[in-house]
């Protein structure tokens, strides 16, 4: 099945520095990954779109400077968190799907998160 | 306002108690209803998708349900490993979806 892969699974910063998270598709192609962002007790908010080869898609309320995506091939998307303040704590979670059209039977594959804590 | 609720936030079942959750939602233009199983520290699972009130999807204990303002999912006879939270989603546009906010299931043996 597909299998989307996250790195880091968790990491801590200090406040101020820059956090690069990736996200594979390991198995299929993906044009398109998402980046949703879950606080605790809380539903999945999507954050951005990143579409291969061209610009990312954000979400209304979402810094475009703080939170960098690039998506520089079919199997790789990365989000840089720049200038990484406490209030960017925060579980980060990406997804893909591995079909084409209407994701009918096949939901979208996330990958397994990371936890960032910012000090 | 579209929105998606889940409730309840959390429930505790007994190993072999049924029980139902339940997704309610205020989405224009419906596109589709999304389950997905959420374990600690981990990304969605993806179980279901329902697109026509009346439509049924089953897989092992679990059944979902959709009407045109909810959607049930069904635990039948639970076991531990059943443990996790429960996320629904709206489909409102292509690749756009709202989550709920979960429901965390403890199944206790």
């Known amino acids: 099945g597909a299998v989307v892969s996250q790195h880091p699974s968790w990491v801590i910063c200090k406040s101020g520095t820059s956090v690069k998270i990736e996200c594979r598709s390991l198995?299929?192609?993906?044009?398109?990954m998402f980046w949703y962002r879950q606080f605790p007790k809380q539903s999945l908010m999507l954050m951005a779109t990143?579409?291969?080869?061209?610009?990312?898609?954000?979400e209304q309320g979402v810094e475009k400077d703080k939170f960098l995506i690039n998506h520089a091939s079919l199997t790789l998307s990365t989000l840089t968190v720049t200038s990484a303040h406490p209030e960017d704590s925060s579980f980060y979670i990406c997804s893909a799907s591995a079909g084409t059209g209407e994701p009918r039977n096949y939901g979208y594959t996330f990958g397994s998160g990371t936890r960032l804590t910012v000090v | 306002e579209d929105q998606v609720t889940q409730s309840p936030e959390a429930l505790r079942l007994q190993e072999g108690e049924s029980s139902s959750l339940n997704c309610s939602y205020t989405v224009s233009g419906l596109r589709g209803l999304f389950w997905y199983r959420q374990d600690p520290g981990k990304g969605p699972e993806f179980l279901f998708t329902l697109y026509s009130a009346g439509e049924e999807k089953e897989k092992e204990r679990l059944k979902a349900t959709l009407t045109k303002k909810e959607s049930f999912l069904h635990i039948t006879a639970p076991k531990p490993e059943d443990s996790a939270t429960y996320l629904c989603?709206?489909?409102?546009?292509?690749?756009?979806?709202?989550f709920g906010s979960g429901t965390k299931l403890n199944v206790k043996p």
């Open positions: 198995d299929f192609q993906a044009t398109t």
């Open positions: 990143s579409n291969e080869g061209s610009k990312a898609t954000y």
């Open positions: 989603a709206a489909q409102y546009n292509f690749n756009k979806f709202y």
